[in-house]
Structure formats: structure tokens, C-alpha cells
């Protein structure tokens, strides 16, 4: 009888055409790539991609169409592959898939987060109450009350948050209660929404590991979004490590270990942001049971010289983990968009780096080469819109055009190499 290949289970598994670290990490212990993703327009490229350019160890054997919301179907479609594979863990690599990821891991006894974890970090209200002991003044607003609860609030400055959509989608500060009852005709009539008073200070995010319920590595990223200049939340950059004080950098650790034990968060990572209150005091502001977005595990691995990729692909098939601590600092930096038609790109040639442009339905090649002793360096340039596309206000994550990465031994490197960016990048437009 033939022996069952060992193989691992992506749900939201597309992410590793975008990033390929998930790939060898599979590649490096021999595992057997299955992926489970939602279908799309980007899709048929990007499989047709995968058959014609990508080395065969690097390639998922199987992948499936599954909405992250079948989850009975995600349930049945592992079982399915259970006879044929040994199944050593699963992994969801997007916020939608994390519940069923955490289906899959308690049916078949794999490593994960657990089910407490999984469904409160999927749920900005479970938060809330699950987390209240960090949490701001918040109050769930179902589509039939939103009057009665508007007129009612009074801590402003409130931050509203509809439940169901994902990262900065349709989040807005409010200033007062007029603003507060117009702006919410803006959202659909039948969104249940959070109201939040607004927690004050600057924000964090710690992305940390866990194995059985004990820390292998946390590290703290710093972040600046819009909301200094709009009514929008929207990241724009993100520095790791964070720029802190030892003393608030351990606060900060302190209650994110707090947040995971009151999770009973288990094996995997965890992606929480924060905020620093005047006082010192961590108050969060949602926390999730996957990996970040954006560029951030780049972030780390130019900071540490560790994929934490491979932590995490490790941690779900049962191996332990550790990670160094950081060595240099990363930033990555969104370029401010001017409103018009995306005619390209330019960059300074000076900075040593082409653009890109991203493309959903191609493999993109990973970030290599990384040293302790580089001197501040660009590592990329990316426009995030084809050419022709109209850029608008930026209202939410998606509206972002372009952005750069690039890391240096010292912050004062790091600042000085990002003025030379923010003067030698730029956004060219048709009006």
C-alpha cells in the first residue's frame, strides 16, 4: 500500500502566489500543498501561471473553490482529502477563512488557535466582550436601531465599524452627533454596526507566535494611518521594530500575552493592534487569529532575518519554533495618491530599484538578500493599480496606489533613506 504524502491545508491559500515563503517553508519538510480559495477573475491566470512557470515542489497538487463562508463545505472538502494525504495541519491565510480553519484544526486534532480564538478574533463585538478589560466604551448597533443608539451616545469621539466588512472598510471617526446621524445613511440598511468611543494615543500591532499556548516571539510594529488628516482609518506605514521606549514597548507585550490568554489562544499567529492611551496604558483595538497584511512579514524578516512564514508553516505541522530578535528596521511606506487616471509610476534612479506593479493573476517573487550590515536600502517599489485605473479619495485600504519597503541598521538610516524616497517616488496622473 502506497504511504500517504504529509500535506498542509491553505485556506485562503492564493496568498502564496503573492507570497512564496508559505511555499518553501511547504517545500523545505516535504509537505504536499492543498489550497481552498474563493474563485475570481484573477484566478485562471494566476493557476495558468502555476502550471507553466513554477518549479513542480513549489506548485499546491490540489486546489478547490470554496467562499470562506461554506464552511460545512471546507469541512467535508479536507475530509475528502484525508484517505489520500496525511494531513498535518491547516492554516488560514485570510480573516474570512480563519473559522473554518478552526473547524478543520478541532475536527481532525490539528495544531491551531482553537475555537474560542478563532471565533472572537473573527468577530469585532465578541472582542468587546471577550476583551473588555482592554477594550474602549463600545455598543452594537443592529440595522433597526441606529437611531435610538445615535441619539443616545455620548462619548464622542466615536468610531463607528461595520461587523461584517474586512480591514479599514467603511470605519470613520465621528466628531458629534449631527455628523454621527448623517453619516449613517452611508452604510448599507441592513449592516450591523459597532459604535466605538475612540481610543486616543498612537497605534501598534504586535505580531506574535504561539505554541500550546506559550509565546516563541512577539515583536512590536508601529503604524501611521489617515486619520490625522480625514475621517477614514486607513494604514499608510508600518515601522518593525516600533520605534518605543523599553518600558512601553513591554507594556505593550504584557497585554498582548494578557489578550492571548484570555483567548486560550493555543498554536499559531496572532496579528493585535493597539493603542498607546497618554497614560501608558494598552487599549486594543481588534486583534485577528492569522497572519498580517500589507507588507509586515516583510517587515519582520528584514528586521530579524527570520521568515516568519516558516514559523508559522512549522507551528501548524507540530514543530516548535524560535525567532531572533531584530537586528535592523523596516519600514514600509504608502506614497500618497493625487486624484486622477494612474499613468504610471516614476522613480528616482538613484534609489537602485525598478517599479513593479502588482499583478493578483501572477506569481511574484520574494524580497532576497537581505544583511545585517547592508547599508539603508530600497527594497522595492510597487504600484498597487494597473495603469488607466481612477484614483479617488483614500477611503480604505484598497484605494492605495503605490508603496515602497526598506530597511536600515538604524532608525536615523531608515528616516533619512524614506525623505530620499518620499522626494525621488511619485504618483503620475491624468486629469
Known amino acids: 500500500m502506497t504511504a500517504r504524502p504529509p500535506a498542509l491545508v491553505l485556506l485562503g491559500g492564493f496568498a502564496v502566489a503573492w507570497n512564496q515563503r508559505y511555499l518553501k517553508a511547504c517545500a523545505d519538510r516535504g509537505l504536499t500543498v492543498l489550497i481552498i480559495d474563493a474563485d475570481g477573475g484573477h484566478v485562471a491566470g494566476l493557476l495558468d501561471d502555476w502550471r507553466t512557470g513554477a518549479e513542480s515542489s513549489t506548485c499546491p497538487a490540489e486546489v478547490e473553490l470554496l467562499s470562506a463562508d461554506a464552511v460545512t463545505a471546507i469541512v467535508d472538502q479536507v475530509a475528502s482529502w484525508s484517505?489520500?494525504?496525511?494531513?498535518?495541519?491547516?492554516?488560514?491565510?485570510?480573516?474570512?477563512?480563519?473559522?473554518?480553519?478552526?473547524?478543520?484544526?478541532?475536527?481532525?486534532d490539528l495544531p491551531g488557535p482553537g475555537l474560542r480564538a478563532s471565533t472572537v478574533c473573527?468577530?469585532?463585538?465578541?472582542?468587546?466582550?471577550?476583551?473588555?478589560?482592554?477594550?474602549?466604551?463600545?455598543?452594537?448597533?443592529?440595522?433597526?436601531?441606529?437611531?435610538?443608539?445615535?441619539?443616545?451616545w455620548t462619548a464622542y469621539?466615536?468610531?463607528i465599524k461595520p461587523t461584517g466588512r474586512l480591514a479599514s472598510s467603511g470605519v470613520l471617526l465621528i466628531e458629534d452627533v449631527a455628523t454621527l446621524r448623517q453619516s449613517l445613511d452611508g452604510y448599507d440598511p441592513d449592516e450591523t454596526l459597532l459604535f466605538e468611543q475612540r481610543a486616543p494615543g498612537p497605534e501598534f500591532s504586535v505580531e506574535s507566535l504561539s505554541h500550546h499556548g506559550d509565546l516563541r516571539y512577539a515583536e512590536v510594529t508601529a503604524k501611521r494611518t489617515t486619520e490625522d488628516t480625514s475621517e477614514y482609518f486607513v494604514e499608510m506605514g508600518h515601522s518593525t521594530p516600533a520605534p518605543l521606549s523599553p518600558a512601553d514597548r513591554q507594556r505593550l507585550l504584557d497585554t498582548h500575552a494578557e489578550v492571548l490568554r484570555r483567548l486560550a489562544f493555543g498554536t499559531g499567529m496572532a496579528h493585535a493592534e493597539y493603542r498607546m492611551t497618554p497614560g501608558g496604558e494598552p487599549m486594543i483595538i481588534e486583534i485577528a487569529a492569522r497572519p498580517p497584511g500589507d507588507s509586515i512579514l516583510a517587515l519582520h524578516w528584514l528586521a530579524?532575518?527570520?521568515?516568519?512564514?516558516?514559523a508559522f508553516v512549522a507551528l501548524a505541522v507540530g514543530e516548535d519554533v524560535t525567532v531572533p530578535a531584530p537586528d535592523r528596521h523596516a519600514r514600509q511606506v504608502y506614497v500618497p495618491s493625487p486624484t486622477g487616471v494612474l499613468a504610471g509610476l516614476r522613480v528616482d534612479p538613484t534609489l537602485g530599484v525598478d517599479a513593479d506593479t502588482f499583478d493578483p493573476?501572477?506569481?511574484?517573487?520574494?524580497?532576497?538578500g537581505r544583511g545585517f550590515q547592508d547599508p539603508p536600502t530600497v527594497r522595492c517599489v510597487v504600484a498597487l493599480k494597473a495603469p488607466g485605473t481612477y484614483l479617488g479619495a483614500t477611503r480604505e485600504s484598497s484605494d492605495r496606489a503605490a508603496m515602497f519597503v526598506i530597511d536600515a541598521a538604524t532608525v536615523t538610516g531608515l528616516d533619512e533613506l524614506e525623505r530620499r524616497c518620499r522626494a525621488g517616488i511619485s504618483i503620475e496622473v491624468t486629469t
Do not use: H, I, M, N
Open 304 to 310: 530579524t532575518g527570520a521568515a516568519l512564514e516558516d
Open 83 to 108: 484517505p489520500r494525504y496525511d494531513l498535518r495541519g491547516v492554516c488560514a491565510l485570510r480573516e474570512d477563512y480563519v473559522v473554518a480553519a478552526a473547524a478543520v484544526a478541532d475536527l481532525l
Open 361 to 368: 493573476a501572477r506569481l511574484k517573487a520574494q524580497l532576497t
Open 157 to 159: 469621539p466615536l468610531v
Open 122 to 152: 473573527r468577530d469585532k463585538y465578541l472582542q468587546r466582550r471577550y476583551l473588555a478589560a482592554w477594550s474602549p466604551a463600545s455598543a452594537l448597533v443592529p440595522p433597526g436601531q441606529r437611531t435610538a443608539v445615535a441619539d443616545g
